[in-house]
C-alpha cells in the first residue's frame, strides 16, 4: 500500500486549514481593531488584550455564539444582565450569555464588565501596555476556567503583534523596531495622564444606583460623551440641560436617567441654588420637581423655600382641602 499519498492529502488539508485560520484572524484583526483602541482610551484595558480575547473567545468571530449573539466573549448572563439572552452550552448545556444587537455593543459591554467587577479591579492599576500582567491576571481573577488561558492570549498577541495596538513602551521589549507612541483619543490625539482620564473609571454609584461621574477642571460634556460613545444630546437629557447650561467644575454629569424619588418627602433651597440643580442632588428627573410642587417651568424658588420631592399623598390631599 503507498502511505504516500494519504499523507500527502493530509498535509494539503492542514495547510489548507491553517491558512485559512490565518486569513480570518486577520480579518478579525482588521475589522476590530479600531473598536479595541475606543475600549482601551476609554478605560485604560489593553487594546491588545480586548482583541486576544476576542480572538480566543469567540474562535476568530466565528463561532455558534458569536455567530448568533454576537457575543466575542463569551460573556454569561449574570443576575445583572436585562438585555436580550441566547442558550448555549459551555461548562454546562444549555448555559445563559448575553446577546447584543451589534459586535461593537459586545466589546464595550465587555469594557464595562471588567471595570465594574470588583475581582478586576486591580488589573488597572499595572502600566499601560502590560498584557502578559492582563493576561495573567484575568486568569487568576477567574475570567475563564481552562488553566493555559493567560499563555493562550500571550501567544496570539506576539504571534500577531497586537501589543502594537497598546502604544506604549511596553512593546519594545519584544520588537525594537516598534515605534513609541502615546495612549491616544479617538481623535488621534494624546491622552495626557491618560491613567488618571479615564472617564469609565471614575463612575460613581450612590444609594440610588444611578451612576455618575464629576466634571473636573477644563473638562467638556463633549469630552464624557465622546468617552462613554453616549451622544451629547442624551446626557443632556439625562441631567436636565440644554445647549445653554453653564457647567463647572464639581458638576455631576449622570450617564443615564434619574430614577430618584428623593430620600426624604422634602428638601430647603440653598443659597445660590435653582431647581435644576436641586434636581442633579436629588438625582430626580426636573419635571417631576415641577409636577409633586405646581410649579410651572422655570419657576425659581428663593432660598430657604420647602420643595417638595414626592406627590401628595391622599391623607396629605384631604387634609389640605
Not at 126 to 148: I, Q, R, V
Not at 224 to 253: K, Q
Not at 289 to 300: M, T
Given at each position: 500500500?503507498?502511505?504516500?499519498?494519504?499523507?500527502?492529502?493530509?498535509?494539503?488539508?492542514?495547510?489548507?486549514t491553517?491558512?485559512?485560520?490565518?486569513?480570518?484572524?486577520?480579518?478579525?484583526?482588521?475589522?476590530?481593531?479600531?473598536?479595541?483602541?475606543?475600549?482601551?482610551?476609554?478605560s485604560?484595558?489593553?487594546?491588545?488584550?480586548?482583541?486576544?480575547?476576542?480572538?480566543?473567545?469567540?474562535?476568530?468571530?466565528?463561532?455558534?455564539?458569536?455567530r448568533?449573539?454576537?457575543?466575542?466573549?463569551?460573556?454569561?448572563?449574570?443576575?445583572?444582565?436585562?438585555?436580550?439572552?441566547?442558550?448555549?452550552?459551555?461548562?454546562e448545556?444549555?448555559?445563559?450569555?448575553?446577546?447584543?444587537?451589534?459586535?461593537?455593543?459586545?466589546?464595550?459591554?465587555?469594557?464595562?464588565?471588567?471595570?465594574?467587577?470588583?475581582?478586576?479591579?486591580?488589573?488597572f492599576?499595572?502600566?499601560?501596555?502590560?498584557?502578559?500582567?492582563?493576561?495573567?491576571?484575568?486568569?487568576?481573577?477567574?475570567?475563564?476556567?481552562?488553566?493555559?488561558?493567560?499563555?493562550?492570549?500571550?501567544?496570539?498577541?506576539?504571534?500577531?503583534?497586537?501589543?502594537?495596538?497598546?502604544?506604549?513602551?511596553?512593546?519594545?521589549?519584544?520588537?525594537?523596531?516598534?515605534?513609541?507612541?502615546?495612549?491616544?483619543?479617538?481623535?488621534?490625539?494624546?491622552?495626557?495622564?491618560?491613567?488618571?482620564?479615564?472617564?469609565?473609571?471614575?463612575?460613581?454609584?450612590?444609594?440610588?444606583?444611578?451612576?455618575?461621574i464629576?466634571l473636573?477642571?477644563?473638562?467638556?460634556?463633549?469630552y464624557?460623551?465622546?468617552?462613554?460613545?453616549?451622544?451629547?444630546?442624551?446626557?443632556?437629557?439625562?441631567?436636565?440641560?440644554?445647549?445653554?447650561?453653564?457647567l463647572?467644575?464639581?458638576?455631576?454629569?449622570?450617564?443615564?436617567?434619574?430614577?430618584?424619588?428623593?430620600?426624604?418627602?422634602?428638601?430647603?433651597?440653598?443659597?445660590?441654588?435653582?431647581?435644576?440643580?436641586?434636581?442633579q442632588?436629588?438625582?430626580?428627573?426636573?419635571?417631576?420637581?415641577?409636577?409633586?410642587?405646581?410649579?410651572?417651568?422655570?419657576?425659581?424658588?428663593?432660598?430657604?423655600?420647602?420643595?417638595?420631592?414626592?406627590?401628595?399623598?391622599?391623607?396629605?390631599?384631604?387634609?389640605?382641602?
Amino acid at each position: 500500500m503507498n502511505l504516500r499519498r494519504p499523507l500527502l492529502l493530509l498535509l494539503i488539508i492542514c495547510n489548507a486549514t491553517t491558512f485559512a485560520q490565518t486569513k480570518a484572524r486577520s480579518q478579525y484583526i482588521s475589522e476590530y481593531s479600531e473598536i479595541a483602541i475606543d475600549e482601551m482610551n476609554r478605560s485604560g484595558i489593553p487594546a491588545s488584550i480586548t482583541l486576544a480575547q476576542g480572538i480566543l473567545e469567540s474562535g476568530n468571530g466565528k463561532s455558534e455564539l458569536a455567530r448568533k449573539s454576537n457575543n466575542h466573549f463569551g460573556i454569561k448572563c449574570h443576575s445583572s444582565w436585562k438585555g436580550a439572552r441566547v442558550y448555549h452550552d459551555d461548562d454546562e448545556q444549555g448555559e445563559c450569555f448575553r446577546k447584543y444587537e451589534e459586535v461593537r455593543h459586545s466589546f464595550e459591554d465587555h469594557t464595562d464588565f471588567l471595570v465594574r467587577g470588583s475581582r478586576y479591579k486591580f488589573l488597572f492599576e499595572l502600566e499601560p501596555g502590560d498584557y502578559k500582567g492582563w493576561a495573567e491576571g484575568l486568569k487568576k481573577a477567574g475570567y475563564a476556567t481552562s488553566p493555559d488561558y493567560a499563555e493562550r492570549l500571550i501567544k496570539i498577541i506576539e504571534d500577531e503583534m497586537l501589543y502594537v495596538f497598546d502604544g506604549t513602551a511596553a512593546s519594545l521589549s519584544i520588537n525594537t523596531n516598534v515605534q513609541k507612541g502615546p495612549v491616544l483619543n479617538k481623535k488621534g490625539r494624546p491622552i495626557k495622564n491618560a491613567r488618571q482620564r479615564f472617564i469609565i473609571r471614575r463612575m460613581i454609584d450612590d444609594e440610588t444606583r444611578v451612576p455618575f461621574i464629576v466634571l473636573q477642571d477644563g473638562e467638556r460634556i463633549e469630552y464624557v460623551a465622546d468617552s462613554l460613545n453616549l451622544p451629547i444630546v442624551a446626557l443632556l437629557e439625562f441631567n436636565d440641560m440644554t445647549w445653554e447650561t453653564v457647567l463647572s467644575a464639581g458638576d455631576r454629569i449622570y450617564i443615564d436617567v434619574k430614577k430618584g424619588r428623593g430620600i426624604t418627602k422634602t428638601t430647603t433651597v440653598k443659597e445660590s441654588e435653582s431647581l435644576r440643580d436641586i434636581s442633579q442632588r436629588e438625582q430626580m428627573k426636573l419635571s417631576k420637581i415641577y409636577k409633586f410642587n405646581d410649579f410651572h417651568v422655570g419657576y425659581q424658588p428663593m432660598v430657604g423655600d420647602e420643595i417638595r420631592l414626592r406627590p401628595v399623598g391622599i391623607i396629605e390631599r384631604l387634609q389640605g382641602q
